[in-house]
């Protein structure tokens, strides 16, 4: 049972434009529109370069749009805030910084640290990073510095998780397990989840849908509900059937009829 949340998201015709130093302009969005609500985990998926760090980056208020609304709470993103969290694409730790002060960087920002060391400790056990508080990050695995990254923005409570490609650097095994442990942060405080993937079988084992985006410019082409129940079984028939779905809307092939033979070998992109 997940908590519940009473966020939400509404983009509404988000156009980004970007003019490089010549002037030339290149459309990056065009007029995106989705709405999430309560504890959604919502996958966007689409071809390198359509646009997607771009749109959670305005999510974030790292960047401004063009044209639309960009609406959180009811309020139009203005800025960046602690209550939407970002992960990157790589986990992008602060180098000079250990795994313990990465994680408490944003309590400290904040100037609300004093009194939390416990929970910094909380979340450094929760992610299986005991013993590593005093390394440095070239001193971690991949895999340890992806779980520092998701500390560092899930210490802070955020209502609204932007996830873009977290894991995409790590091996499938750390990747699953990474996984889990997304699943139980999100069961156990309950926010939206914005979830970037090139990994169609990350998006089906993590998210209530899954939204296509077009090659640039970047438009939401479709939506495939996974309602499937958790814990999700990566090799069953529901769910390879889930991803086929998604691979045919992203490749733009639609398929008659999935043969059983292409239910047991499954196609990956
Ligand atoms: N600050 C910027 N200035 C100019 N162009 C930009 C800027 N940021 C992104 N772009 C362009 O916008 C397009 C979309 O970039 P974006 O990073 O959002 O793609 P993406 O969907 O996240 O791709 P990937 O899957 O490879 O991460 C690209 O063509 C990129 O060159
Ligand atoms: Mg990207």
């Not at 694409?89 to 313990?100: E, G, K, R």
């Not at 210490?155 to 873009?164: E, F, H, S, W």
């Not at 442990?181 to 405080?189: A, P, T």
């Amino acid at each position: 049972m997940v908590n519940a949340s009473k966020h939400s998201l509404l983009a509404q015709d988000v156009t980004r434009i970007f003019t490089n130093q010549f002037g030339s302009e290149l459309l990056v969005l065009d007029k995106v529109s989705l709405s999430v609500k309560g504890s959604e985990i919502v996958g966007i998926v689409g071809p390198s370069g359509c646009g997607k760090s771009t749109f959670l980056r305005l999510v974030a208020g790292l960047d401004k749009q063009q044209g639309g609304t960009l609406l959180y709470d009811g309020a139009p993103v203005t800025g960046p805030h602690y209550d939407r969290g970002l992960v990157f694409q790589s986990a992008a730790l602060f180098d000079w910084l250990t795994v313990y002060e990465n994680i408490a960087f944003g309590l400290k920002a904040r100037k609300v640290f004093k009194g939390q060391e416990n929970k910094v400790s909380e979340y450094i056990e929760m992610m299986g990073l005991g013993g590593f508080e005093k390394s440095y990050p070239y001193q971690i695995s991949g895999g340890m510095a992806s779980r520092a990254a998701l500390a560092r923005t899930f210490i802070q409570d955020p209502g609204l998780v932007l996830l873009d490609e977290p894991l995409s650097a790590l091996d499938a095994f750390t990747r699953m397990a990474i996984q889990e442990e997304i699943i139980r942060m999100h069961r156990l405080k309950g926010a939206i989840y914005l979830l970037v993937t090139h990994d169609i079988e990350e998006a089906i084992y993590l998210c209530d849908r899954v939204i296509i985006m077009s090659p640039r410019p970047g438009r939401i082409i479709g939506e495939i509900i996974i309602d499937l129940p958790h814990p999700r079984d990566r090799v069953d028939d529901a769910f390879i059937v889930k991803r086929r779905d998604v691979f045919d809307r992203l490749s733009g092939v639609v398929t008659e009829e999935l043969t059983m033979e292409e239910v047991q070998y499954p196609m990956r992109v």
